[in-house]
T-cell receptor, first 112, second 115 residues
């Protein structure tokens, strides 16, 4: 079983719609969760971090964490073509203070 | 602005010719990481430092080495690059406080081509 799983996509949504990206993880004791956006040929850019159950909103982005169900999601409201990218979910690795485990990423395409 | 800087942004080297990639940071973070990322794959951790403590991943080839001479700088040395080492190399930093590391911030990456 993979430690961090994401739908590989591609996920296509029309401009202005809500994009929903999901991530599940296997280590029940994980405490830190991150979403990164990566444009083709560029480096990952941190969008959100979340540590507690519930929702965390930042502009058009909302991260949702449910530790009991071991999933974390990212909602993008009013999706724009500029949101087209790969979204990486990362979860802290229990065996290390410093390491995270990345999911394989979900490719999002926002259609004008 | 505080940032993570990588040089060069693009590096072309010949098969077997040693190459060094550099990373510097102005975030004053105590953890630095080197990742390798190939097309359509997630970043793969090669090693990381907590201060001067070096942590090597078990599957990192011996061909890859790293140095961190001070808090701000970290280097990745590839002793004898092979065609399979062509990739994007990403440096990242984070802050470990009270046994917990927070968000990682990535530099722009170095695209390595091996001819």
């Amino acid at each position: 079983q993979k430690e961090v799983e994401q739908n590989s996509g591609p996920l296509s949504v029309p401009e202005g719609a809500i994009a929903s990206l999901n991530c599940t993880y296997s280590d029940r004791g994980s405490q830190s969760f991150f979403w990164y956006r990566q444009y083709s040929g560029k480096s990952p850019e941190l969008i959100m971090s979340i540590y507690s159950n519930g929702d965390k909103e930042d502009g058009r982005f909302t991260a949702q964490l449910n530790k009991a169900s071991q999933y974390v999601s990212l909602l993008i409201r009013d999706s724009q073509p500029s949101d087209s990218a790969t979204y990486l979910c990362a979860v802290n690795a229990l065996a290390s203070y410093d390491k995270v485990i990345f999911g394989p990423g979900t490719s999002l395409s926002v259609i004008p | 602005d505080a940032m993570v800087i990588q040089n060069p942004r693009y590096q072309v080297t010949q098969f077997g010719k040693p190459v060094t990639l550099s990373c510097s940071q102005t975030l004053n973070h105590n953890v630095m990481y080197w990742y390798q990322q190939k097309s359509s794959q997630a970043p793969k951790l090669l090693f990381h430092y907590y201060d001067k403590d070096f942590n090597n991943e078990a599957d990192t080839p011996d061909n890859f080495q790293s140095r961190r001479p001070n808090t701000s700088f970290c280097f990745l040395d590839i002793r004898s690059p092979g065609l399979g080492d062509a990739a994007m190399y990403l440096c990242a930093t984070s802050s470990r406080i009270a046994g917990h590391s927070y968000e990682q911030y990535f530099g722009p990456g170095t695209r390595l081509t091996v001819t």
